[in-house]
């Protein structure tokens, strides 16, 4: 295993003004996003969307990296560069997808369990022949009544331990995901109590796997009150609260932490992103890792319209560089304005 190379590799994706680009969405959730501006979902619809946000000009400039789907990386522009070379040729590096979605986890009614370990040292060494030098595997922990279980945790902790040594073994950064959900209608107490619990399982998972902790990056769920809450705490709170815990529980040797947005406002994940990173001797760099909100506006003003297609890269291309200055603490809400 080299070090070396696994610590460059993290350290340049989390990068100061740079964040990620989650665009791994799976056939069945491109769809759902698809459906939403009724577009059609083909091969060729989801190749054209992905080019249209690959291509966008001086995307590298905010962007390290790209998380692709499995699909998607075997893409090319309509060109022919293949996606994965034609992101390294703009020094933006190429990730993957490597789980295999969530299922009910067996006696545990409303717990999720994340698959896809069967066979992933051998895709992952076809992975970074196809060029990703990064992977993510998203853990999902839902908060309601009796749940989330400790064998929910520790079963989902241990499985993305098990998965970061696969991807370190193969010279492929991990990303380790594990996102406590905002649905439903709990407190962001409630959300920083279990946050600080699956951190603390997903750590000791981690170090007892002997996982290079410099050589991966954390993608966690902010702590943030459940969307239906009746009382939703204020964006100072979320920023307060999340690094709170993140200090508690997060060791320093982590390469980074890149945030999901996880149904937040494109807005609401920029600003809270700022606000954590005006705060002072943070250990790690914190960035962004989103999907939903670096993309909702870039699919509305495309609309799958090939005549809006620098209309949906310059939405793009703001919710970027508006990111990469939340990812400095350089941020302000009038820039959405100006
Ligand atoms: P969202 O930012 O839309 O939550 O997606 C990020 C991601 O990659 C979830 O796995």
């Known amino acids: 295993m080299n070090h070396a190379e696994l610590h460059k590799i993290a350290k340049a994706m989390v990068a100061p003004g740079k964040g990620i680009l989650a665009a791994d969405e799976s056939t069945s959730t491109i769809k759902k996003r698809f459906d939403g501006i009724k577009v059609e979902s083909t091969e060729e619809t989801r190749r054209g969307y992905r080019e249209l946000l690959f291509t966008t000009p001086a995307m590298a400039e905010h962007i390290s990296g790209v998380i692709l789907y499995d699909e998607t990386l075997r893409q090319s522009t309509k060109a022919g560069v293949r996606f994965a070379d034609a992101l390294a040729a703009l020094g933006v590096i190429p990730g993957i997808k490597v789980d295999a979605g969530t299922k009910p986890l067996p006696g545990f009614p409303g717990e999720l369990v994340t698959e896809g370990l069967d066979g992933l040292g051998k895709r992952l060494a076809e992975y970074h022949s196809l060029g990703a030098r990064f992977a993510k595997w998203r853990a999902v922990i839902d908060i309601g009544a009796g749940i989330p279980t400790c064998t929910c945790i520790e079963s989902n902790a241990e499985l993305l331990a098990r998965y970061a040594g696969l991807c370190q073994e193969a010279g492929i950064v991990p990303i380790v995901e594990p996102e406590v959900l905002m649905d439903g209608a709990h407190s962001i107490d409630r959300c920083e109590e279990v946050t600080a619990d699956v951190l603390e399982a997903v750590f000791d998972r981690l170090n007892a796997h002997r996982i290079y902790l410099e050589g991966i990056v954390l993608k966690p769920n ?41 149904g937040q406002s494109e807005t609401e994940a920029t600003l809270h992103l700022d606000l954590m990173n005006k705060k002072p001797n943070l250990p790690w760099p914190l960035t962004f890792s989103y999907g939903r909100a670096l993309q909702q506006s870039a699919l509305n003003a495309w609309s799958g319209d090939a005549a809006k297609i620098a209309a949906g890269q310059a939405v793009f291309k703001k919710r970027a560089h508006l990111n990469g200055l939340a990812s400095l603490g350089k941020y302000a809400p009038a820039l959405e304005t100006a």
Do not use: C, D, W, Y
């Open 222 to 262: 902010m702590v943030i009150s459940g969307q239906k809450a009746p009382h939703r705490a204020t964006p100072e709170q979320v920023a307060e609260a999340t690094v709170r815990v993140l200090n508690r529980h997060v060791p320093a040797a982590v390469a980074g932490i890149a945030f999901l947005s996880g």
